[in-house]
């Protein structure tokens, strides 16, 4: 780990930084699952003492992406399907509700917005997933635009959590890219219609599916209760009243 010149020795926010740029390599896999960090040769790395690196750590642990080990070491987070699982029902529901709060108070320029997006991440497939998943983040950011600052960041840490799965599971998306950007232009004009109902339930059934095609990848067999119970309570929640 080494990234000289990221940060100053003893200058604010140092542990922000390193926080940072740790969480980034750890959700795009530059650095892997299961891997050991040492406080020692991260700090060495970065060219400051131990003490940010430990706070860093301590928040990367907080987030569930570190586990924290004996001597001052880390391990990476290994992926699993109760997580998988758990990141995904957290979005259904609340990437359901914070776009049923957005939808009437969106304006005419986040709505062109989401029509030209639908179109970005449509012709991004053709430059790889990274490009892909640029575009593919700022839609369903825009989603929630009107949700409020909390509940904005809370969705945005839930979805890079999802693109650590995606990253490692579904490298070839293939056809479901296709299905994906139809998905995405319903919803975009579900928003336009100021459609609240019919959107979230559109959403709904977009991040399952996504999770089932991951779920699938890593283990067939496996039953996702904890996922099934999210998609029913955003059913129920947009029934009759």
């Not at 609340?94 to 304006?107: M, Q």
């Not at 575009?135 to 979805?159: D, I, K, N, T, Y």
């Not at 296709?178 to 019919?198: M, S, T």
């Not at 095609?213 to 119970?229: N, Q, S």
């Amino acid at each position: 780990m080494s990234a000289p010149g990221l940060v100053v020795p003893g200058a604010r926010g140092s542990t922000e930084a390193i926080h940072d740029h740790l969480r980034t390599r750890i959700l795009t896999g530059q650095v892997p699952a299961g891997a050991l960090l040492s406080q020692a040769q991260v700090a060495k790395g970065y060219g400051v003492s131990r003490g940010p690196v430990r706070e860093a750590f301590r928040l990367l642990q907080r987030e569930g992406l570190i586990e924290a080990e004996i001597n001052h070491r880390a391990r990476v987070a290994e992926l699993s399907l109760d997580d998988v699982e758990h990141v995904y029902a957290l979005r259904v529901v609340n990437e359901a509700l914070a776009l049923g709060v957005s939808v009437p108070r969106f304006g005419a320029a986040e709505l062109d917005e989401l029509d030209r997006l639908v179109e970005a991440v449509g012709a991004a497939q053709a430059h790889g997933f990274g490009a892909w998943e640029e575009q593919h983040a700022r839609f369903h950011l825009l989603l929630v635009a009107r949700s409020g600052e909390r509940m904005r960041r809370s969705v945005a840490q839930w979805a890079e959590h999802a693109e650590r799965y995606r990253r490692v599971y579904v490298s070839d998306a293939g056809g479901a890219w296709v299905q994906g950007a139809r998905e995405h232009a319903q919803l975009a004009a579900a928003c336009r219609q100021r459609d609240a109902a019919g959107a979230t339930q559109l959403l709904a059934r977009h991040l399952s599916r996504a999770a089932l095609t991951l779920i699938a990848a890593m283990d067939p067999g496996h039953e996702p209760v904890l996922l099934r119970a999210a998609i029913r309570q955003v059913a129920a929640a947009d029934g009759p009243r």
